[in-house]
């Protein structure tokens, strides 16, 4: 196995190894690759829907995602895809997976299976380097704060994604979600504090309104995303991303208008989250 940086803060190329064969040996180092750089790329897979499935069983547990369309012979697997006519794409706005969850999916593994001509990149943003570059004021005003995490107002029947063309693909819109989780916890594998929060799902501070916490919380925001704890990944057929949701943020990015892309995707069952 060979690991190549992507970028000097946020993720990792793993070459060398087959997923759907590796050893118990080559999987530990997956993982701490994973947890320490956030995320792992592998090209050149041949990795079947069968394989993607054991794969993820080897983690732990997946979780099962209550929104995206599942895939009809597999159900562990979600599809997320845009048609050609569709202008709106799945996950198009940094975000981590599923911290509306009392225990947040650790992570998720990602396969192309239909890719545009060009675009439709994904990027990550590191969150432990997020956390170092903050400045020491901004560390000490969010020791000990704990967030409120929903995803209602992005799934409901009258939520974001209803207002778009992407509202008849999803599931779940009658789901109540909500979670409180520290702003800086620690990693359960590395120790690394990592900031956890996020524009998509992170609402308020326990014991503030939305209104007194959004100055901050548009602060962490921007601090989150600098040049250099970002990487970028270009989809080719037969490359799979591997992240931690604890680590990074995530975005889709939507540049391929007028053509079909469609990723399979299993989540991985995560555990509790603790300053």
């Known amino acids: 196995m060979q690991l190549t940086p992507m970028a000097p803060k946020c993720g990792v190329e793993i070459s060398g190894v087959s997923l759907a064969t590796c050893s118990d040996a080559e999987m530990d180092q997956i993982k701490q690759a994973i ?15 069968e394989d993607h499935i054991t794969f993820g069983r080897r983690w732990g547990g997946i979780d099962v995602n209550n929104y995206f369309p599942l895939q009809e012979d597999y159900n562990e697997i979600a599809v997320v895809k845009k048609e050609p006519d569709q202008q709106t794409n799945i996950g198009g706005a940094w975000h981590t997976d599923h911290s509306y969850d009392q225990i947040p999916a650790m992570g998720s593994v990602l396969v192309a299976r239909q890719l545009p001509p060009s675009g439709g990149d994904t990027m990550w943003a590191h969150m432990g380097a997020a956390y170092d570059a ?10 000990g704060l704990e967030a409120f995490h929903t995803a209602d107002h992005v799934y409901k029947t009258d939520g974001l994604y209803a207002q ?9 819109q009658d789901l109540k979600t909500g979670a409180v989780h520290p702003v800086v916890i620690r990693h359960p594998h590395t120790g690394r504090k ?7 799902f992170t609402i308020h501070f326990v014991g503030q309104t939305r209104e007194q916490s959004l100055p901050l919380l548009e602060k962490l925001f ?8 970002q ?7 037969g490359t799979i991303a591997i992240w931690d949701n604890r680590t990074t943020w995530h975005n889709a990015i939507n540049d391929y208008q007028g053509h079909a892309r469609e ?9 509790a989250l603790a300053a």
């Open 263 to 271: 990723m399979h995707r299993i989540t991985l069952s995560g555990e």
């Open 231 to 237: 990487c970028r990944l270009q989809w080719k057929p």
């Open 35 to 49: 947890y320490e750089h956030g995320v792992a790329v592998f090209r050149d897979q041949e990795f079947s829907p």
């Open 134 to 143: 903050l400045s020491d004021e901004l560390k000490a005003e969010i020791e």
């Open 164 to 172: 778009t063309d992407m509202g008849k693909n999803l599931r779940g």
């Open 222 to 229: 921007d601090a989150a995303l600098t040049d250099d704890n």
């Open 194 to 200: 990592l900031l956890y929060v996020n524009s998509a």
